[in-house]
C-alpha cells in the first residue's frame, strides 16, 4: 500500500505524457482517416487501391512492428538520414506520434468510410439539386452526417489508441507505462505499481466514455 501511495505522484505526472500522445495521434490521425476515406470512396481505381493497401498494411500489422519500423528501421535507410525528415525521425516522441497517427488513421479511414457508405443518397441528390457544389454537400451535408454516425466506433477506436501508446516506452519514452516499468525496476513490486497504473487508465478510458456518451445524447443518436 506504501509503494502504491509513494508512487502515485510519478504517474500521474506521466499521464501528462500518455494524454499528450493520445490527443495529438487521434488529431492528426482522424484527418488521415477522413482523407484515405474519401479516397476510399472514390471511382478512380488509383486512389480506391491506395487507400485500401495504406488500410489493410497498418491495421494487419502489430502496432509494436509500426513502431520499431519507423523508430529504428527507417533510421537504416542512408538517404533518410541526410535529409530533413532525420530531423523527425531520430526523435523517439516524434517517432512515436508518427506511427501511432499512421496507425489510428487506418482504423479511422474505415470508420469514415463505412459512415459515407450508409448516407442516403437522396439526401446528397437533394443538396446537388438545390445548387451546392460537390465540396460544399461534402462539408455541409454529407461529413456532419458522416462523423455522427461514426460516433459509438470513433470512440472505441479512441479507448483503444489511449491504451496504444503504453508501446511508447519501447522506445525510451516516460509516459504512464515507461515510469511504471522504472519504478518496478527498481523496487521489484510488479503488482502495486501497475494497480495504480492501471486504475489511471481505467479513470482516462471512464472520462473518453462519458465523453462519448454526451455526444450521442446530444445530437440524439439511437
Not at 484527418?31 to 488509383?46: C, E, M, P, Q, Y
Request: charged share 15%; net charge positive; with cysteine.
Amino acid at each position: 500500500m506504501d509503494l502504491m501511495i509513494e508512487s502515485l505522484p510519478r504517474l500521474l505526472r506521466a499521464t501528462k505524457l500518455t494524454i499528450e500522445l493520445t490527443l495529438l495521434s487521434l488529431f492528426f490521425g482522424i484527418f488521415v482517416g477522413i482523407f484515405f476515406a474519401i479516397l476510399r470512396t472514390s471511382k478512380n481505381k488509383i486512389f480506391y487501391y491506395t487507400s485500401y493497401y495504406y488500410s489493410y498494411i497498418f491495421r494487419g500489422t502489430p502496432l509494436l512492428v509500426q513502431i520499431f519500423i519507423i523508430y529504428f528501421g527507417l533510421g537504416q535507410v542512408e538517404w533518410i538520414r541526410e535529409s530533413f525528415l532525420w530531423i523527425i525521425l531520430k526523435e523517439p516522441y516524434s517517432c512515436a506520434i508518427l506511427a501511432f497517427t499512421l496507425n489510428t488513421g487506418a482504423y479511422s479511414s474505415e470508420i469514415f468510410r463505412s459512415a459515407f457508405e450508409t448516407i442516403n443518397k437522396g439526401i446528397v441528390e437533394a443538396s446537388e439539386g438545390l445548387g451546392l457544389s460537390k465540396v460544399n454537400t461534402f462539408l455541409k451535408i454529407k461529413l456532419p452526417i458522416a462523423i455522427r454516425q461514426s460516433l459509438p466506433a470513433y470512440g472505441n477506436e479512441m479507448i483503444l489508441m489511449l491504451k496504444g501508446t503504453s508501446l511508447a516506452s519501447t522506445v525510451t519514452l516516460l509516459d504512464l507505462t515507461g515510469v511504471a516499468k522504472h519504478i518496478i525496476s527498481t523496487t521489484f513490486r510488479p503488482v502495486e505499481v501497475f494497480i495504480v497504473a492501471g486504475g489511471i487508465y481505467l479513470l482516462m478510458t471512464f472520462i473518453i466514455h462519458s465523453f462519448i456518451k454526451f455526444l450521442e445524447k446530444k445530437y440524439n443518436y439511437n
